[in-house]
């Protein structure tokens, strides 16, 4: 079975015992949490989409707190002597999908 959830204003294409990097979330490692916003399912070629969805994807975090990648934002007018550097890395959490139900 495949789903489409809606997590945290971005869209994934789950399957059961899928691994995937999701915006940090609150809980631990080894807590279960559910996703109640799907937004497409298909069940061997039966697809509900809509108001017809009626699934919820349950998953497991399996780390709660990854950092991404280190992204600089530099701005500099030359001449000018303005230099600006900011830098940031967003946080993610490590969630396996057991089960779409």
Not at 38 to 64: F, P, Q, R, W, Y
Request: net charge positive.
């Amino acid at each position: 079975m495949l789903a489409v959830v809606k997590i945290a204003g971005q869209q994934f294409k789950v399957k059961a015992g899928d691994s995937l990097y999701i915006p940090h979330i609150e809980g631990k490692s080894g807590d279960s949490v559910e996703f109640a916003d799907v937004l497409m399912t298909d069940s061997n070629g039966t697809v509900a989409m809509g108001e017809a969805v009626k699934a919820v994807v349950k998953a497991e975090i399996i780390n709660d707190l990854i950092k991404g990648d280190k992204v600089i934002a530099f701005k500099m007018k030359r001449r000018k002597g303005f230099r600006k550097k900011h830098g940031h890395r967003t946080q993610y959490t490590q969630i396996k999908v057991t089960a779409i139900a």
